[in-house]
């Protein structure tokens, strides 16, 4: 695959995981839909970061590292959310933090959780057109 072809990939694979963030959500399952959340926002500053770099991408989940590496000029408050978001993978993926995680992730957390993971996809999505 060429750039352009990888970076649709990313950009294709953040969408499909898009669905799937909702479909968890209606479902009920808050702690598996912001978990897909960190994967709709990490693909995307993956595909981001190629357009911009060319380089290989990083193997990271930190998402204000991706961002940071890509170059990308954040204010406070999206430093403060990509560290935000970068928590569900964390604590949905490791034993010791799930359980706890799982009590904090009522509808409301999650609501307002995924409002966060909108916008910033909304955001990355404009960057990724021009």
Not at 30 to 38: C, D, E, K, Q, R
Not at 76 to 82: A, I, S
Request: proline fraction near 1%; glycine fraction near 4%; charge should be positive.
């Amino acid at each position: 695959m060429n750039k352009q072809e990888i970076i649709e990939f990313w950009i294709t694979s953040s969408d499909d995981n898009y669905k799937s963030m909702l479909n968890m959500l209606k479902a009920g399952e808050y702690m598996w839909a912001l978990f897909i959340g960190h994967l709709v926002i990490e693909k995307l500053l993956k595909a981001y970061y190629l357009k911009i770099s060319g380089g290989d991408v990083p193997r990271t989940r930190d998402l204000l590292k991706l961002a940071v590496t890509a170059g990308m000029e954040i204010n406070e408050t999206m430093k403060d959310n990509l560290q935000y978001i970068t928590l569900f993978n964390i604590e949905t993926r490791y034993e010791e933090y799930k359980r706890e995680f799982h009590k904090k992730c009522t509808r409301k957390f999650a609501h307002d959780s995924i409002t966060k993971i909108k916008g910033i996809k909304k955001w990355l999505k404009e960057k990724l057109k021009n």
